[in-house]
């Protein structure tokens, strides 16, 4: 599965731009554990952008086809207002037709390959079906030689 070939549009104010920017340079080395699992389509083919704007948002990583987010959360996260924040956010990001997953520093750095099995498990269920060549679609069938 490849990235949507027209992913949404949303107007970003300069600072939005600068700051994602930003972001992408300076990974946490949770981010960079996942991004080096998924980035280039090493997931099953899924397609994800790192640090991405959604509305007001700034993502962690994005797969517009897939329509999921994965948050990689630092300890700030589990403080009483964040964890606030961070629930307004993903009803925002859900009611955009997004499916969130977050995941802890913590969870990445210590299963690494289990996080990125729950994150190929929901982009796989996301995934629309290829279509069978039974039904017209796949690739054609080489007619045989005579």
Known sequence: MSDAPNPPR???????RVRARELQR???DAERIIWYGVRAHRLNGVGFRRQAPIGPYIVDFVS??????????????FE??????DARRTRFLEAKGYRVLRFSNLDV??????????IAEAAQAAAPSPPSPA??????TAEPAQ
């Open 109 to 118: 750095t210590r299963n690494r390959n289990g996080v990125l099995e729950r």
């Open 135 to 140: 039904s017209g679609g796949g690739r054609p």
């Open 80 to 85: 009483n207002e964040q964890e606030k924040r």
């Open 10 to 16: 949303w107007t970003l104010t300069d600072k939005s």
């Open 26 to 28: 300076n990974l946490t």
């Open 64 to 77: 517009h086809a897939a329509k999921l987010i994965v948050e990689i959360d630092g300890g700030q996260h």
